[in-house]
């Protein structure tokens, strides 16, 4: 099988691992990637975290690709890859330490994004930690021109994607019992936001 390869992937990988490296602690043991693509980033970022299961989810049809990338990589804390739509499949009934996802969030729909959310707050021990890595928009403005273009490409190919705003972001994970950490600046107007589990979540 050929793989795809994406060049985005490999220009954020390095960028995204310095991130890992400050936020992920050495007891850190279980990390989930929601919609991990081509492999790409699960492969390269894995082996620096040896003593970390590394768990990739992708929707159907990507499933078979990713499988591949990651059989054909021997990366031994890399697990099976596993089908995860968001809005149609729950998470595994288990907690991780870290859930990472990237370049998803102007993908899906908003509402998409928040069930999203809902659902890794069931996923996480307190302290547990979130990235979310992407475009975002602030004060409901884009943050440059290209940002503002790339919105009109996603929204012309679906209307319920586009990027999404900072603060609706903060406060759908403020009412899950998440608070936020710190907004890291990243390559190409991107960011990757970092949130953490609090002990206790407002009931719905």
């Not at 490999?10 to 691992?17: A, G, S, T």
């Not at 310095?18 to 929601?34: A, F, H, Q």
């Not at 707050?121 to 990235?131: F, S, T």
């Amino acid at each position: 099988m050929e793989l795809p390869f994406s060049a985005a992937a490999d220009r954020n990988k390095e960028p995204i691992l310095e991130v890992l490296k400050k936020v992920i602690r050495p007891e850190d043991r279980n990390l989930l990637e929601v919609g991990a693509g081509t492999g790409q980033h699960a492969v390269y970022l894995a082996p620096f975290f040896p003593r970390m299961e590394w768990t990739p989810t992708e929707v159907a049809e990507n499933l078979p690709m990713l499988r591949e990338r990651i059989q054909q990589s021997g990366i031994p804390n890399i697990k099976t890859p596993f089908r995860m739509v968001v809005g149609e499949d729950d998470f595994p009934i288990r907690t991780f330490d870290v859930i990472l996802t990237i370049n998803t969030f102007h993908i899906m729909s908003w509402k998409e994004c928040k069930t999203f959310i809902k659902l890794i707050a069931g996923r996480l021990e307190e302290g547990g930690k979130v990235l979310i890595y992407g475009p975002f928009n602030y004060n409901g403005k884009f943050t440059t021109p290209s940002n503002e273009e790339f919105d009109k490409s996603l929204r012309e190919r679906d209307p319920q994607s586009g990027i999404r705003n900072f603060e609706d972001v903060l406060a759908a994970m403020f009412k899950n019992g998440f608070e936020f950490v710190k907004d890291f600046e990243m390559p190409a107007n991107n960011r990757m936001l970092l949130f953490r589990r609090l002990k206790f979540v407002r009931k719905k």
